[in-house]
């Protein structure tokens, strides 16, 4: 594992550390809520692979309240922001 990713993925954890603690086991269905799950979704959309797959997994996790459509846009414009910026 390269040491990008460790960083990564120990910034994940620092991050829903946080999260948990100030919001329990999933996050609220609110503006706030929708913040929240932005910046976990933005640190998996940078993973060294299967960036999609930990940010649908994130979803169902951490915000099984959202319908799956408005995910499914979240990760595509995500997916898109990374690739056009990498690219």
């Known amino acids: 594992m390269s040491k990008r990713e460790t960083i990564r993925r120990l910034r994940v954890g620092d991050v829903r550390r946080v999260l948990q603690h100030r919001c329990g086991a999933t996050l609220p269905d609110d ?3 929708r913040d929240d799950l932005d910046l ?3 640190l ?3 993973a060294s692979n299967a960036a ?3 940010m649908r997994c994130e ?3 951490s915000a ?3 319908p799956k459509a408005e995910a499914t846009d979240q990760i595509d414009s ?3 922001a990374i690739c056009v910026a990498s690219g």
Do not use: N, Q, S, T
Request: with cysteine; charged share 35%; glycine share 4%.
């Open 31 to 33: 503006d706030a809520g």
């Open 40 to 42: 976990l979704l933005r």
């Open 44 to 46: 998996h959309a940078v």
């Open 52 to 54: 999609e797959k930990k």
């Open 59 to 61: 979803v169902e996790i």
């Open 64 to 66: 099984p309240w959202m």
């Open 78 to 80: 995500l997916c898109d």
